[in-house]
């Protein structure tokens, strides 16, 4: 796992050790139960936003790999 400069040592604790907020949690449940895998990448990023996930909160899980990034 690539690792950030731009995080502080909880939120990069977390990522090592798998330890969640609350919010951060429900927003995984979100993600895993509310989209596909097969979702394409413009789509679900609407719906996150529309669902009220932050840009830091998309950011998170593309940094973790929850949401892969698109590449084209």
Known sequence: MAMSN???ERERHAELYGT???RQ???LVLV???FSKTTHHERLMKNLQIQGITDAE???????GHVL???G
């Open 6 to 8: 731009f995080i502080d």
């Open 20 to 22: 969640y907020t609350r």
């Open 25 to 27: 949690k429900d927003v």
């Open 32 to 34: 895993k139960t509310g």
């Open 58 to 64: 998309i950011g998170w899980l593309k940094r973790t």
């Open 69 to 71: 990034p698109s590449y």
